[in-house]
């Protein structure tokens, strides 16, 4: 039996899965933490990674891996490959003004068209800016900006800081798929190109593709930056260097070589796992929520509502993200001194609608829509009304109710949608599962639990070692019945907009 694995390193923890590459059935899998905050330095990425291979129990047997990670987290590096400074990743809003700056100086319409997307707080282009005009000492030593994946991927590679790593720090290896190169404001996905005349104005000095134009470790002519080689879906950057694989020798003999697929973007790497098709929207529930689905082709929103991003696979990937999906459940789960399963049963003993009680869940600002200022707001809120079961309901439909908002800008670009793949920890949660089937007017299918992501990764993994994408099948674990109920996002969005004026 052919082992692959895949990676999914996010915001919260690094998961792992070992996979038979043939049928796609899981073997095992490990997992480790990160820690909190919007800023990381990517070292604890590497020992999480690390850990979880060693709760996996190691790579032995394993042919092929690939990593899927967080999108838009900046990643700077020194010519001697040295981390300048934690990463800032998609839920840090400090960099809102430079995203507005930048928007300004290029035009959203104009901005829509070169990437896909208009500058928000969340993209990799306004971190850039933000360094430039806050962090001149850092910016003025920057020699490559990666991204978390991207950055994993080289390490594995063998490649690193001067000292700790065993082919030290070649720039012009770091590489990246088009799923994550479209998240970072600065690449096409309909040219498939970066636009270095953007990558310049936010950074104020210029940049070259890795492995196109490169120099080596000592880093690109001149002051210009290294920007990672954007690869083909199923293409590998190399191997596993051996020295990264601490049970390699078997028998006194070096294991087969590992080979690393390209790498993805998240929500590309779940839409990978999952096998999603036309017509299928994906709506996931992490740290973050998103909406997304496979389009043919490229779009480009001047309203910044959906992000135009390309996939894992050849074809694009319209996207809305909310900052705010999991993290309002478990906030509300701490008011109310409930765990999940009892805010579950509150939740599920109010009536639609919540008594009128209304949850604007903007804990940790907003992307979509783009209020980074805003904060959350409970509404309606009367002697009658102050329930804890209303507050535990109101806590769910908002959360879902801000992810709905991102269907419906979906279905405004003329995107199909036929049934919603409802994915993420959350969502095995019961109260979730039937009020999403009242929120949204969409059959909705409950994918078995399992890491969609870093099985995704896991098919890039294959891909790249069987030369085909693999096709493997996902079970269902629920589809909850049909009950919609217009009135939940009504109440919502009445509130949503009082919200909108008063952060404006």
């Known amino acids: 039996m052919s082992l692959v694995a895949g990676v999914d390193s996010s915001t919260q923890s690094c998961k792992v899965v070992v996979l038979d590459a043939g049928t796609g059935a899981l073997v095992r899998e490990g997992r480790a933490g990160h820690p909190d905050g919007t800023e990381v330095h990517p070292d604890h990425w590497w020992r999480a990674l690390s850990e979880a291979f060693d709760d996996a129990g190691g790579l032995s047997g394993v042919s092929a891996l690939s990593v899927g990670g967080q999108q838009h987290g900046m990643v700077l590096l020194d010519r001697d490959g040295n981390v300048l400074r934690p990463a800032l990743l998609w839920n840090d809003t400090r960099s809102a003004e430079s995203a507005a700056a930048l928007t300004d100086e290029v035009g959203a319409e104009d901005y829509a068209k070169r990437t896909g997307l208009v500058p928000v707080a969340s993209f990799t282009v306004t971190k850039v800016r933000w360094v430039r005009d806050h962090e001149p000492d850092v910016a003025a030593r920057v020699a490559a900006v990666a991204l978390p994946h991207d950055w994993l991927t080289w390490r594995l590679r063998g490649y690193g800081p001067v000292g700790a790593s065993p082919l030290g720090p070649d720039l012009g290896q770091l590489t990246t798929d088009r799923s994550d190169a479209s998240g970072t404001g600065y690449w096409n996905p309909a040219t498939a190109t970066y636009d270095l005349e953007l990558f310049r104005l936010a950074f104020g000095r210029g940049a070259v593709e890795a492995g196109t134009d490169a120099l080596g470790a000592a880093g690109p002519a001149g002051d210009a930056v290294f920007l990672p080689r954007v690869l083909a879906p199923g293409a590998s950057p190399g191997d596993v260097h051996p020295s990264m694989v601490r049970d390699a020798a078997v028998a006194g003999q070096q294991a087969q070589p590992i080979r690393l697929g390209a790498g993805a973007g998240d929500n590309a790497a779940a839409a990978l796992g999952l096998g999603a098709r036309g017509g299928d929207v994906v709506v996931s529930v992490g740290t973050s929520g998103t909406v997304f689905a496979v389009s043919d082709e490229p779009i480009g929103d001047p309203s910044g509502t959906v992000a135009g991003f390309a996939d894992a696979s050849g074809l694009f990937l319209p996207i809305a993200v909310t900052l705010n999906a999991a993290r309002v459940l478990t906030s509300v789960a701490g008011l109310l001194g409930v765990d999940f399963d009892e805010l579950s049963r509150l939740a599920l003993e109010?009536?639609?609608?919540?008594?009128?009680?209304?949850?604007?869940?903007?804990?940790?600002?907003?992307?979509?829509?783009?209020?980074?200022?805003?904060?959350?707001?409970?509404?309606?809120?009367s002697i009658a009304s102050t329930t804890r079961s209303n507050v535990a309901r109101a806590a769910v439909e908002g959360m879902l109710c801000g992810l709905a908002g991102g269907l419906d800008a979906l279905r405004g670009l003329g995107h199909p949608a036929e049934r919603l793949l409802l994915i993420g920890g959350a969502v095995q949660n019961p109260a979730v599962q039937r009020i999403a089937a009242q929120v949204f007017d969409l059959p909705v299918l409950v994918p078995s639990p399992g890491e969609y992501v870093a099985r995704g990764a896991a098919v890039q993994a294959a891909w790249a070692l069987m030369g085909e994408r693999p096709a493997w099948n996902v079970a269902l674990d629920s589809t909850p019945e049909p009950d919609f109920r217009p009135a939940i996002a009504e109440q919502y969005r009445a509130e949503q907009r009082k919200v909108a004026q008063a952060a404006g």
């Open 350 to 381: 109010a009536e639609p609608g919540a008594g009128g009680v209304v949850l604007v869940p903007y804990f940790e600002g907003e992307r979509t829509p783009n209020l980074p200022h805003a904060t959350a707001s409970f509404s309606g809120l």
